[in-house]
């Protein structure tokens, strides 16, 4: 079953503003984490991804921070834009496992 | 544009009927996934392959059943609809298999299936 959870299933920023967006996971045998971008009747666009070994993974106007201690992925976005607006999913990939397990979602609208 | 297509985009089917997606996966990619999605809700795993042999089965219904093609395109057949099906199917794709380095999971447009 799934075993990724998300805090928050919507968030509002100002544009401008950075927004982050929160995961949890439970299963300490994940060593893969994805972020995904879902805009709607569209899908899911990857963002960027990070392993277990790192804690820390910087993309485009995108940062992943991963703390293994408290099972934590988060979502960072800077200077958010009109175009970020989206469902954002957070994905992981178990050790031995071939498939992906999405999170719930967390929407994400920007205000102009 | 991620690589992965999907046909039909969109379908509309009566209760009973059945239905074929086809998916065409990333140039050079071996595995194809298929998750289904309801309407606001996440995106549930239904089944994997990996070079023509399923690897990795999840939520997949028994009405449904997929292959994977020698020249590497998938197809989800779901039978015996019912309303509870109404949702958009995803298709996606990757090089290789689990969490390996540059495993990169690719989704396609989906492909929206409605049951009336």
């Known amino acids: 079953g799934e075993s990724v959870g998300l805090h928050l299933p919507t968030l509002s920023v100002q544009e401008g503003d950075n927004s982050i967006i929160n995961c949890a996971y439970s299963?300490?045998?994940?060593?893969?984490f994805i972020w995904y971008k879902q805009e709607s009747g569209k899908g899911p666009q990857f963002i960027i991804d990070i392993r277990s070994n790192m804690d820390k993974r910087q993309g485009q106007r995108v940062t992943v921070l991963l703390n293994k201690t408290v099972k934590h992925l988060s979502l960072q976005i800077a200077a958010t834009q009109p175009g970020d607006s989206a469902v954002y999913f957070c994905a992981e990939i178990q050790t031995g496992a071939n498939n992906l397990f999405f999170g719930t979602g967390t929407r994400l609208t920007v205000i102009p | 544009d991620s690589g992965v297509t999907q046909t039909p985009k969109h379908l509309i089917t009566a209760t009973g009927q059945r239905v074929t997606l086809r998916c065409s996966p990333r140039s050079g990619d071996l595995s194809v996934y298929w998750y289904q999605q309801s309407l606001d809700q996440g995106l549930q795993f239904l089944i994997q392959y990996y070079n023509g042999e399923e690897r990795a089965k999840g939520n997949i219904l028994e009405r449904f059943s997929a292959q994977q093609f020698p020249d590497l395109h998938s197809e989800l057949n779901l039978s015996s609809l019912e309303l509870g099906d109404s949702a958009l199917y995803f298709c996606?794709?990757?090089?290789?298999?689990?969490?390996?380095?540059?495993?990169?999971?690719?989704f396609g447009e989906g492909s929206w299936l409605t049951v009336v």
């Open positions: 996606a794709s990757s090089v290789g298999i689990g969490s390996e380095p540059g495993n990169t999971i690719y």
């Open positions: 299963n300490s045998a994940s060593d893969y």
